[in-house]
């Protein structure tokens, strides 16, 4: 047992803790899947026409945001504790989710949108850095399954409860006094949470060392041709969250149904992230990736098929179907491919972990934009990009996967001086 688990035992029981680190690291799902029923009052609000997805970037400010503070959090939270930097990044959540009730025009709403995922980045990297403190091995693996089995019950009920707020005749700044209240209740939950990293076991913030890692990942093809397939596929992902909402209401003419709709895929993906470990355990990491990736690229190809044979509109059930594909693939997918680029990393695995998770989240937010501002009243721009995001993902894997025996040897790898670059090596996963 660790000194961390032996600590939090104190404290929590295993299922307070699995629902409290759920519910901390499912904080920017909330913040960004019920915005999304909003959208039409967030248009007639700001004067954009009912068709313009201009709104969309409440998404992807929120998701730029996330990948900018990843490699701030992570390395802070080493140097002086868990506790203070997860204070610090709910209350800037909060504090950002407050300030949006009031906010006057949509340059400050979008300005407030990355300072809340600036915040939210610091959550889930104390949450993930907690639950690395306490557990190793495969009895993290677990836990970790536990709580993606908790976190994935968010996607699926926040834009019902978007779309309740509304429904109570509450404005879209109803949702961010909403997220406002949950930030209060989670930060007095969150007392309850002892510190897990004691001060014997901190390192001092080193920007030199973080450059090094910066430089490592850089560096080492393998592991930059992984973020770049995984980076890919979040730029599928982040677009498809962008343009949901508009897809369901000017392409299937369906935007009562939209929670429900929203809520039936988010499920897909859950399914996809439960089936996930089983096949890791029958094949291992390698195996499941050349299925993942096989299966993903095929679908987003069906996927644009779909899309050309039906002129941009498709009907509800070939659009569910073929979307319902690629969320199932795409879990057996980006994970990994984010597991695998971790296998050369050593002593650098923290740090190189918020570098990866930075520039996906960056990338993805970036496509995200574009597709949403590219949308034309049909699928054909989210197909165009799952060609793109399907074909970067299958040359940037087959790169890797020529070269994963190599990386899988420790003594092969050209890793950097562990002994130069120790202090590098954080607790954000």
């Given amino acids: 047992m660790t000194p961390a688990l032996a600590t939090l035992k104190q404290h929590l029981s295993r299922r307070e803790f699995t629902l409290l680190m759920s519910m901390t690291m499912a904080s920017a799902a909330l913040a960004i899947d019920m915005m999304l029923p ?31 503070g990843q490699p701030v959090w992570g390395p802070l939270s080493d140097a002086i504790g868990r506790k203070p930097v997860l204070w610090t990044g709910l209350a800037i959540y909060g504090f950002s989710a407050l300030a949006a009730v009031i906010s006057p025009n949509l340059t400050v709403l979008l300005v407030l949108r990355v300072l809340g995922g600036f915040g939210a980045a610091s959550l889930r ?27 994935i019950l968010v996607p699926i009920l926040a834009p019902t409860i978007g779309a309740a707020i509304l429904a109570t005749g509450s404005s879209w700044h109803g949702i961010f006094a909403f997220l406002s209240v949950f930030a209060a209740l989670l930060g007095v939950w969150l007392t309850r949470l002892p510190e897990t990293l004691p001060a014997e076991r901190r390192m001092p913030l080193r920007w030199l060392s973080l450059g090094r890692a910066f430089r490592a990942v850089l560096s080492n093809g393998f592991v930059m041709s992984l973020t770049a397939a995984q980076a890919a596929g979040f730029g599928f992902f982040t677009s498809y969250l962008a343009t949901s909402e508009i897809i369901v209401t000017d392409v299937l003419d369906l935007q009562p149904w939209f929670p429900v709709i929203f809520g039936a895929s988010a499920a897909m993906l859950g399914v996809g992230m439960l089936t996930n470990p089983r096949l890791l355990d029958l094949w291992g990491l390698r195996a499941v990736l050349r299925l993942g990736v096989f299966c993903y690229v095929t679908t987003l190809g069906l996927f644009a098929a779909v899309a050309l044979a039906f002129d941009g509109r498709p009907p509800l059930v070939a659009y569910l179907l073929v979307l319902a594909l690629i969320l199932v693939s795409q879990a057996l997918t980006i994970p990994n491919l984010n597991s695998a680029a971790m296998i050369p990393m050593g002593r650098m695995a923290g740090t190189a972990a918020a570098v990866i998770g930075s520039i996906a989240t960056l990338v993805g937010a970036l496509v995200g934009t574009f597709v949403s501002a590219s949308f034309d009243g049909t699928l054909r721009p989210l197909a165009a990009t799952g060609i793109v995001a399907g074909l970067v993902c299958l040359g940037c894997w087959r790169f890797a996967d020529r070269r994963w025996d190599r990386a899988a040897g420790v003594e092969d790898v050209a890793a950097p001086d562990e002994s130069a670059v120790a202090a590098a090596d954080t607790s954000l996963a």
């Fill in 38 to 68: 909003a959208f039409p009052q967030m248009r007639e609000d700001f004067g954009l026409t009912a068709d313009s997805n201009t709104v969309a970037l409440v998404v992807t400010a929120f998701f730029v945001g996330l990948g900018l």
């Fill in 125 to 151: 990297v104390v949450a993930q850095s907690v639950i690395r403190d306490a557990f190793v091995g495969t009895e993290m693996a677990k836990v970790l399954s536990y709580i993606m089995a908790v976190f």
